[in-house]
Every structure is written in C-alpha cells, then in structure tokens.
C-alpha cells in the first residue's frame, strides 16, 4: 500500500484567514511555519508542538486538525491520527476534506480495519476521480479483503472436514470395540457351556488319558536311560578287548624280535692243561621261564622306542612361536 500523504496545510491556513484575521497572522502562523519546517526535518514531537500552541489560538481550524493528525501518523499513534483526519475531514475546502479522507483510510489499514479503510478509500475517489493513488489502494485492500475471506472459508472447511474425520473415527472405534465385546463374550460363553457340557465319563476318559500318557513318557524315559547304559557298557567292553588286542599283538611282535635277535654266545677257552686234547663239550641249553621272556621283550622293546621318532615326539619338541603381520 502506497505512504500517506501528509502536506501541512500552512497555505491553506492563511488562505481561509479573512481580513480581520491579519493582525492574528504573526503569532500562529510562525508557529505553523516553524512546525512545517521541523516535520520536514522529521522532528514530529517537535512539529507538533508547534501545530498545538498554534491551534491555542485557532482551536476549530480544519487545517491544525489535519497537520496534528500528520505528527501523530508519523510516530506510530494510528488511533489519534483517524480521529484528528476525521474532524478535519468536515473542512468545507473539498480538497482538505479528500486529503483528509484518504489519510484517514491509511490510519484505519494500519489499525488492521481494513473494510473501514475500504470505504474511506471509496469516498476520496468520489471527492477526487482522479486520485491514482487512490485507487490503488482500494483495488489493494479490495484484493486483501477477499484472499482473508477465502482463506478464513477454507480454514472453515478445513474444520468442518477435520471435525468430521474425527467424529468418522469416534465411531468406527465405538462400533469396532462394541463388535469385539460381543464377540468375545460369545466365545467365552461357547467355552463355558462346551466345559459344562462335558459329562462325567469324559472327564473321566479325559484323566485316564493323561495318567496314560505321563505313563508312557516315563516308560520312554526310562528306556532311553537302560538304552544310553547299555551303549556306554558296550563302548567299555569294545576298549577294553581294543586294548586287549594291542597288547597281545604287542607282545607277539616283541616275541618275534627277541627271536631273531638272539645269538648263542661264544665260550671261553679252556686255560692250561686243563682238558688238554679233549673236545669242548656243549652246553646243555636251558629253556627260559616265561616271566624272564616278557622281562626280556620289554626292554628290548625299550631300547628300540627310544631310536624311533615316535619316541623323540614323545620326549616334547617345543616350536617357536609364528609371528605374521596381520
């Protein structure tokens, strides 16, 4: 929206002063012509001090109303200056009255009531068809007046829509929860008349049939216990003749080995005449007790691990750590 126009009227003071009124002309209106001169300067306190001493001496001039009203606009104070452009909007000067007119729409838009500004802005262009800026912003607040009006419809709408929904879901979770509720209680009633139902020779075939089935999950049990002994007892007896025929096949080859390892050992000759002329005579060769044999076995037996590598890995072979660069 276009800036009001705001023209102290100091020309058109003097011009309404009659000719009697020129005796009062150096008192006021210096004070008039310095208020103009410090609303150019934007010094409106000042300014309109000035409109207020002057209007002491002229309280119904149409002209101090306006300027007053100007000072007021400037500093923020909308309400004041509508009713001061009021007043000097009943200037018998059609060309005040207008200005009036149109600065008081300007006050009233910034006020926020923009339908009486509407109107105000209507009755300047009647007091002045050609007033541009005018027209401008009537069509301006016209167009406003409307997107608040239809934006405050669909926000209504949006309500009304919103509202509906809401109650839409109210009952759906009524109907939803009412229909659950009879259901349920209709299986629980199911329920209890099938339980009620029951004579007593069902429960009866009922309990024997779990005394049965505890029964047999005992007699599972059980067997699967007799079942997991007898296999620990059988892989017992299947180590132990394992072990049995290591040992027997141990011994058969240290037998072996001693056989072949052993020698007839050579005999000493006879010293000095002794048995001179006469022919060796053999020994008679004695059998050999079977603990002496397994004594014997077992430490050939040990003699030969210890030549073995199965002997040396025995014995421990520590490694030295790998070390990798991850």
Known sequence: MRNARLHPAIALLIVA???SQVAWLGSPADRVREGNRLFEEKKYDQARSKYVEAQVKKPSAEELFYNIAGTQYKLGKFA??????????????????QKAVYNQGNSLYKEGKLEEALKLYEKAIEL???????????????????????????RQEQQKQDKQNKDRQKDQQQQQGSSGGQKDQKDKKD??????GKSEEQKE???????????KQKESQS??????????????????????????????EQQQQGGEGKQEQPQPEQQ???????????????????????????????????????????????????????
């Open 17 to 19: 002063l009659s000719a």
């Open 80 to 97: 004041e200056a509508e009713g001061l452009y009021a007043k000097s909007a009943a200037a018998q000067d059609k060309a005040l009255a």
């Open 128 to 154: 002045d068809s050609k007033d541009a800026e005018a027209k401008y912003n009537y069509e301006f607040v016209k167009k406003k007046i409307e997107q608040m009006q239809q934006q405050a419809q669909q």
């Open 191 to 196: 329920q209890e008349e099938q339980q009620g």
């Open 205 to 215: 075939q009922e309990k024997k049939d779990k005394e049965q089935q505890e029964q």
């Open 223 to 252: 067997q699967d216990k007799q079942k997991e002994e007898q296999q620990k007892q059988q892989g017992q007896q299947e180590k132990e003749e394992e072990k049995k025929k290591e040992q027997e096949q141990k011994q058969k």
């Open 272 to 326: 000095g005449d002794q048995g001179a002329g006469q022919g060796a005579q053999p020994k008679e060769k004695k059998e050999m007790s079977k603990e002496e044999a397994e004594n014997l076995l077992k430490w050939i037996g040990k003699e030969d691990r210890k030549t073995t590598p199965e002997y040396i890995r025995r014995q421990g072979r520590e490694e030295p750590p790998v070390e990798k660069d991850w």
